[in-house]
């Protein structure tokens, strides 16, 4: 096996509205806290190529998914379902993902960004492919808890650090890093960072290894700071954060699985069910508004708009109550790496880890062009802020009760069927 890497600087230019809090904050960058980045992994294995690209953002808009994937497919003679695309969703980043209210898109910085992905994916896969991988580490290391359950009081927290480690002769190993909490610890701020992952990539050079962090099934998960008290973290806090899944890497290597090198992927499409509501509903749902969030004009604007974005695909749609959900998975020897779109909740997580027993197994969200909030089916009869009211920002309707647990059937199922 092969594998080379690269990095870029993706930061925007000053007065580039920043995402990630709503509504109509008007939050534009006025500095840079610390840089934001793209980074790219390259693994070829005999005929088998795998190109992964992480950038320090909220998320991305489709059209940017589409038009990196097919360039960097006709440049590398790869398949697009070779080429994941990942986020790791901080909130002190550019408008990169249509929201409604949560901060707007600066075309001139989407289209540079295409052109940086496509560079940094380029440089990643041609230019260095000269460092063999000797031998590959999975990580599995529980470390001290960094986030909270913020959805559920005492509910399920992923507290263990994932990674695979590759050895490269004449090189510094390179690291896949996952860990599962929002990157929210400086709250609405007007200064570029890509906070605690941040921190953790930037540790890793001066411990000796190059990489990448990918956030996991984060969808109900805070930083702890956020639970004292909201989005008020120091850099002493956000920096601590960093070190304890930088030192828990340092640990898991003292007991890391020695895996084969080898590479194998797939992909696939299955729909998410959504509730029923017709026009009656919307505009029923619309008027109550106005007692739900009284003298709060931000508020009746969202939903207002929401409700017109909302008939409009019930009357322009052949079916609105289904939305697809693309994966991709990726297997390290005994390894699988799962990516799915939008921000899925802890229990899922875990519902799929349940189902398919020991297998290694990497779960990441934020995949590709982001989404929706997938919860439990108990948030979702609740109408929680992750069961429902977050389809304002995206413009969708909410989901019905049961996709939670389809996703963690069929994900097991593809899983299982690498084995």
Known sequence: MLLSHSKICINPPIGVELSGYGYFLNRRNIGIRDD??????????????????????????????????EELSKILNIPQQAILLLCTHTHTAPASMW??????????????????LIKVGVKAA?????????????????????????????????????????ELKGAKPYVIACYSC??????????????????FTSLLDGRGYDGMFVNGFLGDIDPISNSISWGSATQEI???????LADGLDKGLENAKRIQPSISYTDFTFNLELAHYSIEELDAHEKQSYSVYPENPVMHKVVNEWVKIVKQELTTKSDPYTEPLYVQIVKIG??????????????????????????????????????????????????????????????????????????????????????
């Open 36 to 69: 934001i980045m793209a980074r790219a992994l390259f693994l070829q294995q005999e005929e088998v190529s795998y190109l992964l690209i992480c950038c320090d953002l909220l998320g991305f808009h489709p059209m940017v998914v589409e038009r990196v994937k």
């Open 99 to 116: 929201t409604l209210g949560c901060g707007e898109i600066d075309n001139d910085y989407l289209n540079n960004l295409i052109d940086q």
């Open 126 to 166: 041609i230019e260095a492919l000269d460092r063999e991988v000797t031998g590959v580490k999975w990580i599995e290391q529980p470390v001290e808890p960094i986030g909270y359950n913020r959805a559920i009081p005492g509910g399920p927290v992923d507290n263990n650090l994932y990674a695979l480690v590759f």
């Open 182 to 199: 929002h990157p929210v610890m400086w709250g609405p701020s007007k200064l570029v960072s890509a906070d605690f992952p941040g921190v």
């Open 238 to 244: 956000v920096d601590n954060y960093g070190k304890i």
């Open 334 to 419: 005994s390894v699988i790496i799962a990516a799915l779109q939008g921000e899925i909740y802890t229990q899922i997580g875990f519902d799929i880890r349940s189902s398919v027993g020991n297998v290694p197994l990497m779960l990441i969200s934020n995949a590709n062009a982001a989404t929706r909030y997938i919860a439990t089916d108990d948030e979702i009869e609740k109408g929680t802020y992750g069961g429902f009211e977050y389809c304002y920002s995206c413009g969708r309707l909410p989901l019905k009760k049961g996709n939670a647990n389809n996703i963690a059937r069929i994900v097991a199922k593809h899983v299982a069927a690498l084995q």
